[in-house]
T-cell receptor
Framework: DGGITQSPKYLFRKEGQNVTLSCEQNLNHDAMYWYRQDPGQGLRLIYY???????QKGDIAEGYSVSREKKESFPLTVTSAQKNPTAFYLC????????????FGPGTRLTVL | DQQVKQNSPSLSVQEGRISILNCDYTNSMFDYFLWYKKYPAEGPTFLISISSIKDKNEDGRFTVFLNKSAKHLSLHIVPSQPGDSAVYFCAACDNFNKFYFGSGTKLNVKP
């Protein structure tokens, strides 16, 4: 079955620690995205990548970093510089120039203690 | 500044009636618009879309209307069913494969 996996589903970290959220897709999609959702708000784009070894900042990239070493994988690191990291994080992928194909993972709920 | 806006945070509709969810955008360069349905603690799922060259797209009970001059789109669900209760997000895509999402409308369909 093709899809996107995000792990873990729930993640807790202490303030001041970096943490990496995993995102893997086997849909053979070129583009991958990281979004953040806060209560009562929509999805805000953190980073996106259209090709391996290349990525662009979204609207709220500060305090986050990504890498795209493989087509299938797009891990997100939440650094200690992110002031309000507690949120629901969603990874997505799509074919280039085919917006209908954007497919989301199940999300990771990050809580900073 | 938010480029896609959903001004109604919630909507309550009786089962069998029509649900109309609205969305406004500011960027005239958007060329594709999408609606997603989302349940709590899950990722959104694609529902229906429309290209900027069209003004209507229909898929079963779901119809999306686009008014480019007003920079407005709407999602009509008819007839509404209790299983439609969820948060609906409007999104726009530019020609750089970048997506912009609204803040969502929580639809409650009452039996």
């Amino acid at each position: 079955d093709g899809g996107i996996t995000q792990s873990p589903k729930y993640l807790f970290r202490k303030e001041g620690q970096n943490v990496t959220l995993s995102c893997e897709q086997n849909l053979n999609h070129d583009a991958m995205y990281w979004y953040r959702q806060d209560p009562g708000q929509g999805l805000r784009l953190i980073y996106y990548s259209q090709i391996v070894n290349d990525f662009q900042k979204g609207d709220i990239a500060e305090g986050y970093s990504v890498s795209r070493e493989k087509k299938e994988s797009f891990p997100l690191t939440v650094t200690s510089a992110q002031k309000n990291p507690t949120a629901f994080y969603l990874c997505a992928s799509s074919k280039l120039a085919e917006p209908d194909t954007q497919y989301f993972g199940p999300g990771t709920r990050l809580t900073v203690l | 500044d938010q480029q896609v806006k959903q001004n109604s945070p919630s909507l309550s509709v009786q089962e069998g009636r029509i649900s109309i969810l609205n969305c406004d955008y500011t960027n005239s360069m958007f060329d594709y618009f999408l609606w997603y349905k989302k349940y709590p603690a899950e990722g959104p799922t694609f529902l229906i879309s429309i290209s900027s060259i069209k003004d209507k797209n229909e898929d079963g009970r779901f119809t999306v209307f686009l008014n480019k001059s007003a920079k407005h789109l709407s999602l009509h669900i008819v007839p509404s069913q209790p299983g439609d209760s969820a948060v609906y997000f409007c999104a726009a895509c530019d020609n750089f494969n970048k997506f912009y999402f609204g803040s969502g409308t929580k639809l409650n369909v009452k039996p």
